[in-house]
């Protein structure tokens, strides 16, 4: 038995499904199959009920998750630790966050950084496909994501940290660069999107605009990524709706076109979330930093 093994099998368990398990992993699902094959012949147990449609937790699974997650935690704050003497740091702060979040985050985290400069920050990108807060989930100390993302749970805390606006974005030079296009304009264009499974706030909210428009969009085509999506439109596959911010990061002016829109609606709340008992230090100092903008 490894720690391998254990991710694999933690991953399954909140999935439910060898290949999105594989996916997040970053391996093939003939891997994934074949370590909780190996784990489940050194249990002599079967962990999982499996068919072609479906994947279910047998009992002895569902007990045996509760110690697999706490062996993962417990090397998982070994690594922090060791990390931590081998740098010096006199504490270590870790977090979560989205594309969308970090020109945002950034600034939080130079002021805390100038206030304590002796504190490791591990920061780690997400999909917002990724359920990351999960109960017994201790891996971050504080989550920046969409609102809508946030589990309701009484063990959180959350603080709204700014709304994300959205923007159509077009081929540069594009006819409708420069107006705001009615429902008739958009009804004629060709939309590259967010896939929903990548992103589903995300397209929710668009897809909850073009319904205030009344509009029946020709999607044509759906990537997992947000710089697919720009470069589709870049080369005149079609236009997008995106957040203000993905457009910010990759500094897109020279290729794309961008067009604000009004609609109050048109935004994604974005927030932090970090948990009641804030058992690190350094969290505690960050979420002082944090509140006082």
Known sequence: MNLTQL??????????????????IGVPQSTISRQINDLEEKLEVRLFY??????????????????????????????NAVK?????????LSIATIETDHWVLGRYLKRFSEQYPDIAIDVTYISPAEALMEDGSD???????????????????????????LCLVLTKGHPLAGRTPSAEDLQNE????????????????AMNYFKTLRLFPNIVNRANDAKA?????????????????????????????VIHITDETASIICAAAWKKSLLNPAAALFLETLKNK
Do not use: W
């Open 84 to 92: 931590q003497l081998s740098c010096g740091a006199k504490g270590r």
């Open 50 to 79: 499996r068919t072609k449609r479906d994947v279910q937790l047998t009992k002895e699974g569902q007990t045996f998750l509760t110690y697999a997650q706490e062996i993962l935690d417990a090397a998982q704050n070994g690594i």
């Open 139 to 165: 891996k971050y100390d504080f989550h920046f994501m969409y609102q809508d993302m946030i589990p309701e749970n009484e063990e959180l805390e959350t603080f709204v940290t700014h709304e994300d606006p």
């Open 7 to 24: 991710k694999s099998f933690v991953t399954v368990c909140k999935t439910l499904n060898f290949t999105n398990a594989a996916k997040q």
């Open 190 to 205: 060709k939309f590259i999107m967010i896939s929903e499974e990548e992103n589903p706030t995300l397209y929710m909210h």
């Open 229 to 257: 999506v720009m470069l589709s439109v870049a080369t005149g596959q079609g236009i997008s709706i995106l957040p203000e911010s993905f457009v910010k990061t990759f500094n897109t002016r020279d290729i794309l076109d």
